[in-house]
């Protein structure tokens, strides 16, 4: 599994992430040092509607075990931050009146990790009784949000418990370059404090 997962077929990831999820090493946040319980569930692209239809998949059988598990996905919380904030509609005018990197440097502005971002996940999880959280929409929030500032952001507020996010490319590590999240096969972002759920045994 370590060097072929992307080989593997969904029915094998998916045996894989439940066996790891829902063992207690993972859930116990065993084997990690002193780093954060960061994990990255890297998938092709082109398979975001398989993978979407298996994290459901995935949801239901762990919580029928009694895991439960705390979804946020990043492109529903930035239309609630925006209509939270009641500027959803004028987001939407402004989309077909101004340039693409007008529009980035809006929604980076109001939607600003630190600020607004962040903020708004620690809100659910105070919310939630959960063992393990999920993020997804990585693929539909860039580029106006990063995937590496949401986890760097992240790490004071989520080290309790182990957060998984479901992202569209690879995660690779190199002797040269370190570790990096590729998003989409083309985006580099340097980001080493997370594990590939893929390298982690049950």
Not at 3 to 31: D, M, T, W
Not at 62 to 80: A, P
Not at 145 to 150: E, G, L, T
Request: with cysteine; net charge negative.
């Amino acid at each position: 599994m370590k060097n072929n997962f992307q080989k593997s077929s969904l029915a094998e990831r998916f045996k894989h992430l439940f066996s790891v999820i829902s063992g207690p090493r993972f859930l116990k946040k065993q084997g990690l040092g002193n780093e954060v319980p960061f994990f990255i569930c890297p998938y092709k692209p082109e398979e975001s509607i398989e993978m979407t239809r298996l994290q459901g998949q995935l949801v239901n059988k762990l919580e029928q075990k009694g895991i439960r598990v705390l979804e946020i996905n990043l492109y529903d919380l930035s239309v609630e931050i925006l209509r939270d904030r009641g500027i959803w509609e004028q987001t939407l005018e402004r989309e077909v009146a101004v340039s693409k990197d007008e529009l980035k440097e809006l929604l980076q502005g109001v939607l600003d990790t630190e600020d607004h971002l962040i903020p708004a996940i620690a809100a659910k999880m105070r919310e939630a009784d959960f063992d393990v959280m999920f993020l997804a929409g990585v693929g539909e929030v860039f580029p106006y949000i990063r995937s590496h500032n949401i986890l760097n952001n992240l790490q004071s507020t989520a080290k309790d418990k182990p957060t998984l996010m479901f992202f569209p490319g690879a995660y690779t590590h190199s002797l040269e370059s370190g570790a990096s999240l590729n998003l989409f096969g083309m985006f580099h972002d340097g980001y080493y404090r997370a594990f590939n759920i893929f390298h982690c045994e049950a």
